[in-house]
């Protein structure tokens, strides 16, 4: 049962309820009405009305978060530090670290790119003619050969691994692999 108030009270809370007056503020203008008797006239006033999300505002509008969303799943932009650049010019600054948040917070995952070999068009030319010259080795032949592909091995930090950000599983997208060639090219021991 809220604590009854004089019709003219009511009238003045009621109205700068309607004006989206806060608890606080209405608190201030009558001292002598607590939060809790103001929220119990709040719901009696404001039955079907939504109250504001309470919180901080986010800095990142709707449009710009849907626009960060659609550019990173077609790899316009490259995962956080393309967004920090695109917030940073459109007037908002933020860290790595509340964007990494906020992109987890809407479902986005850091995903390893997906190596794949990298061939060169000229590379292509030359292995095609060299395995047109070699096709009529037997298989006997071919165990005279060794192949060494001097594959390079990286003792101290990392290989550079670099990510890429998705809220679905999809297929392979061109900005989802990382071509890499392998080792410094070969060679062929006789």
């Known amino acids: 049962m809220t604590r009854p108030i004089s019709q003219e009270v009511q ?39 939504k109250h504001a999300k309470p919180g901080r505002r986010s800095k990142i509008t ?24 695109y917030l940073a010019h459109m007037g908002v600054q933020m860290t790595l670290r509340n964007i990494q948040y906020i992109l987890k917070r809407k479902g986005f995952k850091a995903k390893r790119k997906v ?15 060299w395995a047109k010259r070699h096709r009529h080795l037997t298989a006997d032949d071919w165990r005279k050969w060794g192949f060494s592909d001097e594959t390079r091995v990286n003792m101290w930090g990392s290989d550079g691994e670099s990510f890429y950000w998705t809220d ?23």
Request: charged share 20%; net charge positive; glycine share 8%.
């Open 11 to 49: 009238g003045f809370v009621k109205t700068l309820f309607n004006q989206g007056c806060s608890l606080r503020a209405i608190q201030k203008i009558f001292p002598d009405l607590s939060v809790s008797v103001l929220s119990r006239y709040r719901k009696k006033f404001l039955v079907h009305s």
């Open 168 to 190: 679905r599983p999809t297929e392979l997208m061109p900005h989802q692999t990382e071509a890499q060639v392998q080792g410094n090219g070969g060679g062929v021991v006789f």
């Open 62 to 85: 709707t449009q710009n978060m849907n626009y960060i969303e659609r550019n990173l799943r077609n790899g316009n932009l490259d995962g956080p530090r393309g967004v920090q650049c």
């Open 115 to 129: 190596k794949t070999n990298f061939v060169f068009a000229e590379n292509r030319k030359k292995r095609l003619v």
